[in-house]
T-cell receptor, first 114, second 110 residues
Framework: NAGVMQNPRHLVRRRGQEARLRCSPM?????VYWYRQLPEEGLKFMVY????????ESGMPKERFSAEFPKEGPSILRIQQVVRGDSAAYFC????????????FGSGTRLTVV | GIQVEQSPPDLILQEGANSTLRCNFS?????LQWFHQNPWGQLINLFY???GTKQNGRLSATTVATERYSLLYISSSQTTDSGVYFC????????????FGKGTHLIIQP
C-alpha cells in the first residue's frame, strides 16, 4: 500500500519557466492538501482539493499558481513564470475525509529556481 | 487566524535524556497533530490528539484543550529522534488546512 507519492523529488527551473508538481494520494484517500515550506519555517497551507473540485484555495498566491485534482490521475500544482521566491519545498498530504484525521504527507518536491 | 507557538525553538540533548516540547494555540481547535520532520525532510505523523493523552512507545502527547496547549514528551532520546517537531492545528473556521507552528529543532547527540 504505497503512501502519498510526489514527483519529482527535486526540480530545477530557470526564472520564467513553468513548474508542475504531481501528487498521488494514498489509496482510498479522496482529500488532497498542498503546503509550502520556506527554509527554516513551518508549513503554510496553500489549497485543499477533492476530486474535480477546489474546496479552499485561500492560501494560494493570487497569480501564477493553480491546482487541480482531476477525476483520473494525480493532483497537479502548477506554477507559471517561476521567480526565485518560489524556491521552496512543496508538500502534498492526503486524508480519507475532511477532518484531517489520518493525514499523511508525501516526501515533498524541492523546487529551486535559478 | 489562529496562532500556534512552539517552544523551545531549539533543543540540544544527550542520548538517553528526556524532553518536553510545548505547543500553545490561540483559539479552540477541533484537530491537533504532532509531526516529526527528519533530517531528510520527510514528515511523519506522530499523533492526532485534539484532546486527552496518547502514548506510542517512547513518545507520548497530552492536549489540554480548555487551556489551549499540547505537550509532546520524548523519553530516552535516540539520535534518530533528531529533526524538527511541528504542532499543527485546525480551528474549524477559516482556511481548511492545518496551521503549523514554527517547530522545535531537536538535536540528540551521541
Amino acid at each position: 500500500n504505497a503512501g502519498v507519492m510526489q514527483n519529482p523529488r527535486h526540480l530545477v527551473r530557470r526564472r520564467g519557466q513553468e513548474a508542475r508538481l504531481r501528487c498521488s494520494p494514498m489509496k482510498g484517500h479522496s482529500h488532497v492538501y498542498w503546503y509550502r515550506q520556506l527554509p527554516e519555517e513551518g508549513l503554510k497551507f496553500m489549497v485543499y482539493l477533492q476530486k474535480e473540485n477546489i474546496i479552499d484555495e485561500s492560501g494560494m498566491p493570487k497569480e501564477r499558481f493553480s491546482a487541480e485534482f482531476p477525476k483520473e490521475g494525480p493532483s497537479i500544482l502548477r506554477i507559471q513564470q517561476v521567480v526565485r521566491g518560489d524556491s521552496a519545498a512543496y508538500f502534498c498530504a492526503s486524508s480519507p475525509r475532511d477532518t484531517h484525521y489520518g493525514y499523511t504527507f508525501g516526501s515533498g518536491t524541492r523546487l529551486t529556481v535559478v | 487566524g489562529i496562532q500556534v507557538e512552539q517552544s523551545p525553538p531549539d533543543l540540544i540533548l544527550q542520548e538517553g535524556a528526556n524532553s518536553t516540547l510545548r505547543c500553545n494555540f490561540s483559539d479552540s481547535v477541533n484537530n491537533l497533530q504532532w509531526f516529526h520532520q527528519n533530517p531528510w525532510g520527510q514528515l511523519i505523523n506522530l499523533f492526532y490528539i485534539p484532546s486527552g493523552t496518547k502514548q506510542n512507545g517512547r513518545l507520548s502527547a497530552t492536549t489540554v484543550a480548555t487551556e489551549r496547549y499540547s505537550l509532546l514528551y520524548i523519553s530516552s532520546s535516540q539520535t534518530t529522534d533528531s529533526g524538527v517537531y511541528f504542532c499543527a492545528v485546525h480551528s474549524g473556521g477559516g482556511a481548511d488546512g492545518l496551521t503549523f507552528g514554527k517547530g522545535t529543532h531537536l538535536i540528540i547527540q551521541p
